[in-house]
């Protein structure tokens, strides 16, 4: 029997009661079982009667909004699976069972609501989201193109004027700008006009607001189409760009498909993530650390990066050619090289922290219950999870970490190591701290650390027993007769970084994570988490600038003879001269607490370390003075990034040597341009290789008196096609739109030169509506 027909067999059996039931039956497909057990259990104690009205009580909301389960499983049937674990879950955690389907159903509800953004369905492929990213920016430059093409409709109906002021216009009595046009509003609404009503009746046009419409120009209507942009970002749930950035940046970001790209799928990714994490499928048991589904899409996205990088290929002054992929293995982008350097600094800035008798501890700081919605013990759901998503558990620990900073400055205690962040089993994250401290100020500092590491929901640190537990705050100090600071850290830089380490003799399990996995196999999954929340896994404290440890790397012995003829050049002071050359032999040498101690030392202010890095605005020197495609004219040799902002670069390094004399050097001694392998292929050229022959002749002549000889067919032929690939290139038709263009814009001119002068403008005022 169909849960309709078992229904009915406990109703009153007439059709009005069919109809009735049906009703809500047809609208529930998914759940008309449980429905159905339902009806037949209140039948059964309190009749018929009362079951029609737990009916109607507690399905009809439900019916009425459609919040049918299966609906939405079809809707997203790339995680259909993963919503039905959830919702069956929530059945299960309700007090009854219809309170369960209510909740499970407002659930998914949500789901719904979040994964839709603005009409995109975030669980789609990368291709949709690549679709939707371009209708977003091609519907903003249509509604800006629509903008442009009433500028002149608009200043045509300024200037004719739709309501003429009075012939006895009375001079305004007001003080302020505002006061006067209010007057002179009043006025033209008081005064006779086309639009006023016959005698002896209340003026309609005197309750209009008036205001002096402003001439409408580019700039105008830029910032219209800037609002509008804004607002279309946020009905995504975007965050606009920022408004300290000029207009016409903001503008170029927002009609930008690239920019929509990377913001729907950073959005869409945390949302799906974060619907993972309701449906109890990021635990131990499940995915640990992050979903499948997030590892999935990480794993798509490395793939598509790693293919762009091998379809470009960098060049240098000196003719030297790279794949982009090639360079970034050379960079911090390989894990190997980025964990062997921060395991350099670790233990070096522990050798200096003994050297100068500091103690070092290691602490553990987790976020409160509310952030986790899993249990650890048993991996089930967690009552107390307020749906808070990792993003918002790491703002919280910051919170408390900057009042932890700010408690220690105020008393004046100093402390310098690294803050690493890692995920919990169900994704939320937590704080690894390797601090080193002066010995006398060790009690007092954990005292500060622990006071506000606790100070949210205490009454969560005790057991059972009364006992009171180390779940919010852990701290250990190190001990040297054990292992090393570096040892207690490096399984924690390991497995957020490839999972690849030196496992440490006589420590069991070194090579698994808590939870028994192989680091090797949980890293990508962490690193997959990281990548999605954006949370940033490393961080030095109280410490040297990294950048200016790998800027004066980049001065080694294979460009000491650039850095002689620079130093002949500029002629630095001897001092400045001398305490570069000693840091750069500590920093070539591998030997970063000798850099440390060069640089002045831990907890020293950045501004008042010895060397800074050097940047400024890059430059430019061949970009175009005017631009056909936008009409803008370029002043000056500032570069400017893709929309329009100025590109800020590191050159080089700034030495001072304390006495208020500095010096920069430069560190950066290759140019680089990029371009697709494809084009060297087809013979364009890039810099470093002859120019392709475009012409229909040889560029070569056999003297002043010779004409240049007829080429052959072969060669005719070949010129030919040549010349039908230029024709048919991009820069040949941006070429010809833009002689077309001058073209038009010499004939205006020269039309406007014989034209009678226009009138003199009058001011005139109309209702905004009519704008």
């Not at 002149?152 to 001079?171: M, Q, S, V």
């Not at 392709?692 to 560029?699: E, K, L």
Request: a positive charge; glycine letters at 8%.
């Amino acid at each position: 029997m169909t849960p309709l027909e078992r229904a009915f067999a406990h109703s009153s059996g007439t059709k009005g009661c069919w109809d009735y039931i049906q009703k809500r039956f047809d609208k529930l497909p998914t759940i008309a079982d449980q429905i159905a057990d339902g009806y037949i259990h209140v039948s059964k104690r309190h009749g018929h009667a009362a079951a029609n009205r737990w009916l109607a009580s507690n399905v009809d909301e439900l019916a009425n909004n459609n919040l049918d389960p299966g609906g939405i499983y079809r809707r997203f049937s790339a995680i259909a699976d993963d919503l039905e674990r959830g919702f069956k879950g929530l059945v299960k955690r309700g007090n009854t069972t219809i309170d369960g389907i209510k909740t499970g159903c407002e659930w998914l509800a949500s789901v719904q609501e979040r994964l839709v953004v603005h009409g995109l369905n975030v669980t789609h492929d990368d291709e949709a989201v690549i679709n939707h990213a371009q209708a977003q920016a091609t519907a903003l430059e249509r509604e800006r193109s629509k903008l442009i093409g009433g500028i002149a409709e608009h200043n045509r109906r300024l200037r004719l004027g739709l309501l003429p002021p009075p012939l006895n216009l009375k001079t305004p009595k007001a003080r302020t700008l505002s006061g006067q046009s209010r007057e002179i509003a009043l006025q033209i609404a008081n005064s006779r006009n086309p639009l006023s009503p016959p005698l002896g009746i209340i003026p309609l046009m005197a309750v209009f607001r008036w205001h002096r419409a402003p001439v409408m120009s580019l700039a105008v209507v830029n910032e219209m189409a800037l609002e509008k942009a804004r607002h279309r970002a946020r009905l995504h749930g975007i965050n606009p760009p920022s408004l300290k950035l000029k207009s016409g940046v903001q503008l170029a970001k927002l009609t930008d498909p690239i920019w929509w790209r990377r913001q729907l799928r950073r959005l869409g990714g945390r949302r799906l993530e974060q619907v993972q994490r309701e449906a109890h499928r990021v635990h131990k048991r499940a995915g640990i650390y992050c979903s499948n589904v997030t590892l999935e899409r990480r794993r798509a996205q490395k793939n598509r990066n790693r293919a762009l990088l091998e379809a470009l290929e960098a060049i240098n002054q000196e003719g030297q050619v790279y794949t982009l992929a090639e360079l970034a293995e050379l960079g911090l982008s390989n894990p190997d090289h980025r964990r062997a350097e921060l395991m350099l600094r670790i233990s070096d800035t522990e050798a200096e922290s003994r050297r100068m008798g500091h103690v070092g501890m290691f602490y553990t700081i987790t976020a409160p219950s509310r952030f986790h919605p899993v249990i650890s013990e048993n991996s089930v759901s967690n009552p107390k999870y307020d749906g808070s998503t990792p993003r918002e558990a790491q703002a919280y620990l910051q919170q408390v970490w900057a009042r932890i900073r700010a408690a220690l400055a105020r008393e004046n205690l100093g402390i310098y190591g690294i803050r690493v962040v890692e995920p919990h089993h169900d994704g939320t994250p937590h704080w690894h701290l390797l601090i080193w401290m002066k010995r006398e100020d060790t009690q007092r500092i954990n005292q500060i650390m622990q006071s506000h590491a606790e100070a949210d929901t205490p009454e969560e640190l005790y057991d059972r027993r009364g006992r009171k537990t180390t779940a919010r705050f852990k701290v250990e100090r190190i001990n040297y007769a054990k292992g090393t600071a570096a040892g207690y850290v490096a399984k924690y830089i390991s497995k957020n970084i490839n999972g690849e380490q030196f496992t440490r003799e006589g420590v069991a399990n070194d090579d698994k994570d808590r939870y028994g996995h192989e680091l090797t196999s949980v890293a990508p999954r962490i690193e997959s988490w990281a990548a999605v929340w954006g949370i940033r896994q490393f961080q030095f404290v109280g410490l040297p600038s990294v950048t200016v440890w790998r800027e004066v790397r980049r001065l080694n012995e294979k460009h000491i003879d650039e850095l002689a003829a620079w130093e002949a050049a500029t002629r630095p002071e001897r001092r400045v001269a001398d305490r570069l050359h000693q840091i750069r032999k500590a920093a070539n040498a591998g030997q970063w607490d000798q850099f440390l101690r060069l640089m002045g030392g831990p907890n020293l202010p950045r501004k008042q370390r010895p060397i800074k890095p050097w940047t400024m605005p890059r430059v430019d020197l061949q970009q175009a003075e005017f631009s056909h495609a936008t009409g803008e004219v370029r002043q000056g040799v500032e570069a400017k990034g893709r929309h329009g902002e100025s590109k800020l670069g590191t050159f080089g390094i700034v030495v001072s040597d304390g006495r208020g004399n500095e010096h920069e050097y430069l560190t950066r001694f290759y140019k680089w341009q990029v371009r697709s392998k494809a084009q060297r292929h087809q013979g364009v050229s890039g810099g470093g290789e002859a120019e392709s022959p475009w012409t229909r002749v040889t560029n070569c002549t056999q003297g002043p008196d010779i004409q240049p000889r007829e080429p052959s067919p072969a060669e005719r032929e070949a010129q030919l096609e040549r010349l039908k690939a230029w024709q048919s290139s991009e820069i040949y038709r941006v070429e010809r739109d833009a002689e077309y263009e001058d073209a038009i814009a010499a004939r205006e001119a020269a039309r406007n030169l014989f034209a009678p002068p226009p009138p003199s403008p009058q001011e005139e005022y109309f209702p905004p509506e009519l704008c």
